[in-house]
């Protein structure tokens, strides 16, 4: 697999971004179809899906930076990693249709 899939001039668009982003689309897709069939409420999926989304990722974050408690500070577990931007990119196109 290629780390890096093409870039817009600085902006790297990582494969891990891209294929993070189909999973939670995927996700909310079958999310939605499902609420839909049993509650008939499919238009819930898109606040939970988003959550969800939000929550791994801060949840992920805050697991980095207990993990390397000795070594980095608060700041670092924030910090964007090479490649990030790129995949906030492909968060933000997806998330358009949420």
């Given at each position: 697999?290629?780390?890096?899939?093409?870039?817009?001039?600085?902006?790297?668009?990582?494969?891990?971004?891209?294929?993070?982003?189909?999973?939670?689309?995927?996700?909310?897709?079958?999310?939605?179809?499902?609420?839909?069939?049993?509650?008939?409420?499919?238009?819930?999926?898109?606040?939970?899906?988003?959550?969800?989304?939000?929550g791994g990722l801060l949840g992920a974050r805050a697991y980095w930076y207990v993990e390397h408690a000795g070594?980095?500070?608060?700041?670092?577990?924030?910090?964007?990693?090479?490649?990030?931007?790129?995949?906030?990119?492909?968060?933000?196109?997806?998330?358009?249709?949420?």
């Amino acid at each position: 697999m290629r780390p890096v899939l093409f870039e817009l001039g600085p902006l790297a668009v990582n494969s891990y971004g891209v294929f993070v982003a189909l999973a939670f689309v995927a996700g909310w897709l079958v999310l939605r179809h499902e609420l839909g069939r049993r509650a008939g409420r499919g238009e819930a999926a898109g606040t939970l899906a988003l959550a969800a989304a939000l929550g791994g990722l801060l949840g992920a974050r805050a697991y980095w930076y207990v993990e390397h408690a000795g070594d980095a500070t608060l700041g670092d577990a924030f910090t964007p990693r090479p490649g990030s931007r790129g995949t906030a990119a492909c968060w933000a196109a997806p998330s358009r249709f949420l």
